[in-house]
């Protein structure tokens, strides 16, 4: 009988930990880069919901009469859903930076229109002979903010705001 020797070329365990640790390794950077991929851009889209209720909110103003805005040194709070539903709007007293009002909450998005009187503008212009009304009851200056979060484990929040004569 003549016997032959077999050559067993399998993997040793050595190499097929090595081998699943490799394929861990890769697996795990290849889903970090994914989600963190994910994340970025769900902060993205929410902060593009922001800047489309802050541009709707400043096309409202442009069209109200200077009448139907409060009188400076009021703000108007409006809270809105990340689905841009309108929840709520209230008037209330208070001074700059946003009234001293509260953060929103993580599910809402808030939007506050702080009035200041005409005399608070502070604007230069090219022409020495262009002037500002600054005594005059009839200009207002409001600045709208929008405050919501990003979303994601580390949520942080978001401000856009935009300043509006309104005459």
Known sequence: ??????????MTLVEV???IGISLISLTVLLQLTLSNR???SEVDRSIILKEILTNNAIELKGRAVTDIP??????????SYQTEFQSEVTQAGNPPLCGLADPSRETIQVVWEVEPATSIDADFSSPSLKLPKYSNTLKKVTLHVRGYSSGAG???IHNQVTLFKR
């Open 1 to 10: 009988m003549n016997m032959k020797l077999l050559n067993n070329s399998g």
């Open 71 to 80: 009188l400076p040194g009021n703000c108007i709070v409006r809270t809105y």
């Open 155 to 157: 949520a942080r929040l």
């Open 17 to 19: 930990l090595v081998a």
């Open 39 to 41: 994340t970025h851009k």
